[in-house]
């Protein structure tokens, strides 16, 4: 990170004001993770503002076409050209993704997967992240989740517990990736094949566990980090850009993504290199 946030972000726009990022993701899909949309403040840098989430759908519809994210997996699957796709997905399966979000979404007529944790779903727990910091959110209840799916929306899984798969193994990794697919499976009366692991980072996940999501029957293993997807990239191995208030100006998330990376650095997620 050698240049200074306002020219970068200067950079970006330029980018996007040119149309040059149509060359420099021409080949390569993106997928971006958000967590929270709320307005208050928030310590963890998880929550995108309620406006800013919507420039951001704004920006995604007018620069790349958005698609869910099963068919950008159906697409690699297939070995078929990527050209500026783009997939949004949420993790964890916070209340506000239903109640502030999803009307975004809807009124602009974006696709998107929400990655929950299903133990979490209608309880009261608090993760370690926003204890930490004091904040409590609340979680979707099943209704919730069960109503975005109903309007289309695809519902992912996130494990039991929010486990982290680079720790934890063998029967307990087990329970966590196919207890949590039943689990959500079993809430929806639905097929659960899109699967993202908590944390997100290249170390939140062993190969034996990658191994076991495959097992599982899920059609993707979505990480937090990485850029950009091209055509030959793994589903197992999806990169996804996490966005949040780092990207002080949708510039600097052009800039990042014309650039085929992201830097994002959040509970969760680390600073990491450039897509490969
Ligand atoms: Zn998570």
Redesign the pocket.
């Known amino acids: 990170m050698t240049m200074k946030r306002s020219i970068k972000a200067l950079l970006g726009q330029a980018l996007f004001a040119s149309r040059l990022d149509s060359l420099m993701v021409g080949n390569a899909a993106v997928v971006v993770a958000f967590?929270r949309v709320q307005d208050a403040p928030d310590a963890n840098g998880l929550s995108t503002s309620l406006e800013m989430f919507e420039r951001y759908c704004r920006l995604f519809r007018r620069h790349f076409r958005v698609i869910p994210l099963r068919d950008l997996v159906e697409r690699m699957e297939r070995g078929r050209a990527l050209h500026r796709q783009l997939a949004i997905t949420f993790?964890?399966g916070y209340r506000d993704n239903f109640e502030l979000a999803a009307p975004v979404l809807e009124k602009l007529s974006l696709p998107a997967t929400f990655?929950i944790?299903s133990q979490w779903m209608g309880s009261d727990v608090v993760?370690w992240w926003d204890r930490q910091q004091n904040v409590r959110y609340p979680w979707m209840t099943w209704d919730e989740v069960r109503s975005l799916h109903r309007k289309g929306f695809d519902i992912g899984a996130?494990t039991r517990t929010?486990a982290d798969l680079g720790r934890v193994v063998d029967g307990q990794a087990r329970e966590e990736i196919f207890g949590g697919k039943h689990e959500v499976e079993q809430h929806l009366g639905a097929p659960v094949e899109l699967f993202?692991?908590?944390?997100?980072r290249s170390d939140n996940i062993v190969d034996s566990n990658r191994d076991l999501v495959k097992a599982a029957g899920f059609r993707c293993c979505c990480s937090?980090f990485g850029g950009i997807n091209s055509s030959r990239s793994d589903p197992f191995h999806l990169a996804r850009i996490p966005i949040s208030p780092w990207y002080s100006s949708l510039g600097l998330f052009g800039f990042e993504v014309a650039l085929g990376r992201s830097v994002t650095s959040y509970p969760?997620t680390q600073p990491i290199q450039p897509a490969a």
């Open positions: 967590h993790d964890d990655f944790v993760p996130h929010h993202a692991y908590p944390y997100g937090c969760g």
